[in-house]
């Protein structure tokens, strides 16, 4: 049993002015697993003054010295990755093999893909050749409120706090109450990495307490935001009375559209995606529409598919599908599959309560929903579980029209042999990001969402613009030194 009772501010390990504590549950168990502290105003408010403190001579030092600092962070974190695989699958439930290769490395590459946008990022730019004397600066917009969840905790983090350290701005984070584990890892990682003191800085809190003095904090230039939909447009009405900038990384319901004409993995493919991390994902394609004359034939590979998952412990090695975050989010998912069954869709995979041979811990059957329609409550909710709806499609109008009636727009999905229709798809769907035919987004693509799924682009050079204020200035002498 863990208990974090500190906070990483100014360059120090600090007790928190409050008394409040949350409890951290082993998902695979329902055994009491650790606690931390949760973060009062006061605490928040120190941290802050300290980012505040530290932010001229961070931003204004060479940013050679920043690109150093952010590969010192690289190497001491690479030589802490077992220790943050440990730390995510037991704060947040991810099989030990999982967080190994998927959870904890995803970091380093963020860290990867962000030295190699700043190669060559230009912070000074010229307007035009129409305009010599007019300079653009991108300049840091200073300290940013940091906001992240549970799901793929050092990912989010990384997203954020490598290009911010790497532009110059000065932080204040505040994890997960569900995952403190990991970050309470990286603020020794970056302690380690001899970062400056009030560079970066670590609250623990929950969203109401510390999340919320943190959004509207008079020195809070920027808030980047990583969560639910719900909490996002909180957050937006709370920063307006301080004008902040707010990034908004949300929910999702992705579709993912099959055509007939689709290799013969893409409704396995499309199942595995849905279920990784246990379907906690936002990206997760969890509307699968599928062209009606191979529609049968895909719930049949979807039900094969999905009952092929094995579920298990998350400290067993091994491929298993494990448990969900918490009591609250098993709770959740199974009204969902009780809703799917009461409103008409046809189970054809798994179905409520545990999945045989469980007597506890929060784990859920890999369910799949046929004969859904996009009125549903599964198919317009995010579930954020293992649950697959499938509905058919008569044509690419149709596919387009199902796939755009949701709120959401975060990654949609297309498996087509047609070159040109899937270009066609790719420009029709409204979505921040479209991948098709299986093949991953590149290094270094941007990583957002439009309507409810968000504002922001996390990843490469937009990752970078992120936290950049654009300043336009004329009568520049680019003669002369400063
Ligand atoms: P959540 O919104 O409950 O919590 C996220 C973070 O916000 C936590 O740190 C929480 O303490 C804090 N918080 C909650 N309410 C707040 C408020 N009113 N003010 C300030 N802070 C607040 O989300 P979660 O359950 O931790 O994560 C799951 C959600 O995150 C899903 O909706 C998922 O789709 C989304 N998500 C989005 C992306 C993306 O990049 N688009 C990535 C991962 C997760």
């Not at 396995?268 to 034939?297: H, K, W």
Request: charged letters at 20%.
């Amino acid at each position: 049993m863990r208990e974090l009772r500190e906070f990483y501010i100014d360059g120090q390990w600090v007790k928190s002015a409050s008394a409040g504590r949350h409890v951290l549950i082993d998902p695979s168990t329902e055994e009491e697993s650790g606690a931390v502290a949760l973060g009062a105003a006061d605490d928040v408010d120190a941290a802050v003054s300290a980012a505040a403190s530290a932010f001229t001579a961070w931003a204004s030092c060479e940013l050679g010295e920043r690109v150093a600092a952010v590969k010192r962070l690289r190497h001491v974190y690479a030589q802490r990755l077992e220790d943050m695989a440990r730390a995510i699958s037991q704060e947040m439930g991810a099989p030990i093999e999982l967080a190994r290769q998927r959870q904890a490395p995803a970091a380093l590459r963020q860290m990867d893909n962000y030295l190699a946008a700043i190669e060559g990022f230009s912070f000074e730019r010229m307007l035009g050749l129409h305009a010599p004397n007019d300079r653009i600066l991108m300049e840091p917009i200073g300290v940013v409120g940091m906001i992240t969840p549970w799901n793929w905790p050092m990912s989010q983090i990384a997203l954020k706090v490598v290009p911010a350290l790497l532009v110059g701005c000065t932080m204040v984070l505040k994890p997960s109450e569900y995952a403190p584990f990991s970050s309470a890892l990286l603020a020794e990682i970056i302690d380690e990495a001899n970062i400056p003191a009030g560079v970066f800085n670590l609250v623990h809190g929950d969203g109401m307490t510390a999340g919320t003095r943190l959004v509207e904090h008079p020195d809070v230039a920027m808030i980047s935001f990583t969560g639910s939909t719900g909490a996002g447009a909180e957050i937006v009405r709370r920063a307006a009375d301080t004008f902040k900038r707010v990034g908004l990384e949300l929910g999702g319901k992705g579709a993912n559209v099959i055509f007939a004409d689709a290799d013969a993995d893409a409704v396995a493919r499309g199942v595995t995606s849905c279920f990784i991390n246990s379907g906690q994902n936002c990206n997760a394609p969890t509307r699968m529409l599928v062209e009606r004359s191979v529609y049968d034939e895909a719930v049949e590979k979807a039900r094969q598919a999905a009952r092929s998952i094995e579920v298990g412990p998350s400290n067993l090695a091994g491929s298993q599908m494990g448990p969900v975050v918490s009591a609250r989010q098993y709770e959740r998912v199974q009204s969902y599959i009780e809703q799917g069954i009461a409103e008409g869709a046809r189970l054809v995979a798994g179905g409520s309560g545990r999945p045989a041979g469980f007597n506890r811990g929060f784990f859920v059957q890999p369910t799949v929903f046929a004969d859904v329609t996009n009125d549903m409550t599964i198919a317009r909710e995010e579930i954020f579980g293992p649950v697959l709806s499938i509905m058919a499609f008569d044509d690419e109008d149709e596919a387009v029209a199902i796939a755009n009636d949701t709120p959401y727009g975060l990654t949609n999905y297309v498996q087509s042999a047609d070159g040109a229709r899937r270009n066609r798809m790719a420009k029709r769907l409204q979505s921040g990001m479209v991948e098709m035919n299986g093949q991953p987004r590149a290094a270094g693509s941007p990583f957002g969402g439009v309507g409810h799924s968000g504002l922001a682009r996390e990843g490469g050079v937009w990752g970078l613009e992120e936290f950049l204020v654009v300043k336009s200035i004329s009568g520049w002498d680019g003669d002369a030194r400063s």
